[in-house]
């Protein structure tokens, strides 16, 4: 199913859980609002909402930051304040947050996907990006992304 996140097509309170997985950074600037009310919207009361998004200040080392941008068909994302704000305004508690995406991960993703060196390797590629994932549990130096769950609350109806 193909569908706009600020118009979902389905009736209010239906899931028990939502992700949205780097998704307020490719909507248009002003929409963030409109997609984690949407989201709200179609959680039932007690559903958690999921999401991963980059930090504003994010940036992968040895590039034009705008050129990534370009090629992700993306945006800067939104300070950590504002996600938070914006999760609370419709009704949304973080239960969990935590960061990661730390200078060696994005180190490793600009050498071998985004400069794609070496051209050739893809198993060895994926086997060290596993690894260093694996590393940066224990140890992640300056994240720059957030994982974040909230709870929405029950509605009148549902309580």
């Known amino acids: ?14 899931f028990d859980a939502v992700l949205l997985l ?12 409109a997609v984690l009310h949407e989201a709200a919207r179609v959680l039932r009361g007690g559903g958690h909402l999921i999401l991963t998004e980059l930090d504003r200040d994010f940036a992968l080392p040895f590039v034009d930051q705008r050129l990534v941008y370009r090629a992700w068909q993306s945006k800067p994302a939104l300070q950590y304040e504002d996600l938070v704000r914006l999760i609370m305004s419709g009704g949304g508690r973080i239960c969990e947050h935590h960061r990661f995406y730390g200078l060696l991960s994005r180190f490793v993703y600009t ?49």
């Open 1 to 14: 199913m193909r569908a706009s996140a600020t118009a979902l097509p389905y009736r209010d309170g239906v």
């Open 22 to 33: 780097d998704v307020l950074c490719s909507v248009p600037e002003g929409h963030e609002d």
């Open 111 to 159: 050498v071998f996907y985004y400069l794609n060196v070496p051209a050739r390797g893809t198993r060895i590629k994926r086997l060290l990006w596993r690894a260093t994932i694996m590393l940066e549990r224990v140890c992640c130096l300056w994240p720059q992304a957030h994982l974040v769950i909230a709870r929405y609350r029950p509605s009148v109806s549902e309580s």
